[in-house]
């Protein structure tokens, strides 16, 4: 038996198109809600009015790469606990 990933809200972070894509996709057929980003800077924008109950993102990428944005985020006490 499958379990389902509704009602979750996942943000996905990758500068890779079709490696995004895939994972929305993915994540989309077990009914999660998928919120996306190309850079770390876009993760971050999604972040101001969005609150994922997780995020998933790619380690290097161009703008802000995935260590700099898990810094920002860890270091505001509004996104800190999103693992």
């Known amino acids: ?3 389902k990933l509704a009602p979750l809200k ?7 198109p079709k490696g995004l894509h895939i994972m929305q996709m993915l ?3 077990y ?7 190309t850079d770390g ?3 971050l924008e999604v972040l101001e009015t969005e609150y994922p ?7 290097s990428m161009p703008v802000m790469d995935g260590w700099g ?4 985020i860890k270091n505001n006490r509004r996104t800190a606990t999103i693992p």
């Open 41 to 43: 800077q876009e993760g």
């Open 1 to 3: 038996m499958t379990e």
């Open 53 to 59: 109950d997780l995020i998933i993102s790619d380690l």
């Open 10 to 16: 996942i943000l996905v972070v990758d500068d890779d």
């Open 69 to 72: 944005m898990i810094d920002v």
């Open 31 to 37: 009914g999660a809600e998928v919120l996306t980003g």
């Open 27 to 29: 994540l989309q057929h």
